[in-house]
């Protein structure tokens, strides 16, 4: 994600200096080498020093320590923004961490894919993808239309959400389809992989994300994955029920009522 | 499917007439002018008169009545398959009711998409896909081999099974995982679908496939997609309980099995 939203931001003319910062040398040399940024540092204190914007692109699990080592390091008036899978968790414990200095907004690109690394950055990423931002009550006004022009500017359609409205809403068609995905890739017996044809590609394609993100992910939104994942198995109860009773007009129904909501969604 | 068939025999060169056969007038005409025919008919009987194979591309539930049908009235020996999705009791059938005649070989092309009818037919759309091919014991091998070079000569990948193996294969990498992505696009909430990226898009795609053909589909194969719904259950609560314990070593586990299946596929 920091890679293409690097690549972007050259491509678009919007940032003259982009600083990659991370913590192996390797990947920061092969960052640079793919043009995703125009400079690297290990030291996160440089990088952050004369920052107007900070995009913090870790697993969620390391965002909020990020936020808050940048918050002490960069210009008073940086902002600083994330780009993690969940954000309720995230939202709440930076208000109180960072009660005075540069601002933090939540924020999440819907975009992204199984691949990542500098190597598969795009700077298209974002184009007409849905970009939430999460601000707070305590968020200045001034802030949020700050960063909501910047995602705009990289193409992205911006959607303005509570933490715990946004964290709903991607347990269920995020956190909980991951699940699904991975358990129908888990369950298929070798035997049948050689039939398994592009429908099975499509429903299973997100299980070849990194298990270690996706780890960090669940457990961060899990009370809401959980909720999702019930009302998943409540649906796919009434499905089996059907066939199971070979109810062919109550089948028909339920997989009408699939066929409306993947096709008010479009491709 | 019949449409994608055509276009391919023309394209190749490898049929100089290629009747289209149909109820439809309407639907005739325009597979006329999508041009993935040569020539077509409303009367089955003369559609087949001359025929050197026939492909009976009906949905599952009238394949067996047009396979006889055909039978009566095309060459002794001509040799006639299917596309459908479902094998053994389609197979069985026409065992039962194809005494003498002209030869019947199930088919299976694992290739098409939610999208049918004339205007969406490609010329390539079996090209490296596997087509099924399920002869029986009673099964002549020249006529096997006849209906391997042809489904071969279109740029498929032949797999040769016998029909409960088949059967048994796409009931879980076909049969449940439609059912699954149903039931989850069904289970989104409406305020939720702002946020479905291309992950919820990819898993529930095919659940924009015409449910009255689905419905024959699942009630055609549906013992073995009882059982296979059985075992992603089993595999979806061995996630979620994890999930609820929070024991995210198990997690890790769970989701590395996953994305192994997966990646042995490929895109």
Redesign the interface.
Known sequence: MGGSIGLALQQRKLARRVVGVGRRVASLRKARECGTVTETTTRLERGVAEADLIIVCTPVADIVDRVCEAARHCPPEALITDVGSTKSRIVRELERRLRSGPAFIGSHP??G?EKTGPAHARADLLVE??T?VTPTPRTRDADVERIERFWAALGARV?RMTPLD?D???A???H??????????????????????????????????D??L??QI??AN?PE??K??G??????A???AA??R?D?TR??Q??????Q???????
Request: glycine content about 6%; proline content about 2%.
């Open positions: 819907m975009a894919s993808r849905v939430v959607v946004h709903q809403a991607v269920m068609t995020s909980a389809t991951h699940l699904v995905a991975a358990a129908l890739a888990a369950a298929t017996p070798a035997c049948a992989l050689s039939l398994a044809a592009s429908g099975w590609q499509d429903t299973t394609r997100i299980a070849a994300g298990p270690q996706w780890v669940l457990l899990r994955v959980l999702s994942l009302q998943f198995e409540k649906s796919l009434t499905f089996r066939l199971a070979g062919a089948l028909l339920l997989l009408d009522a699939g066929k909501t993947r096709d008010s969604v479009g491709s």
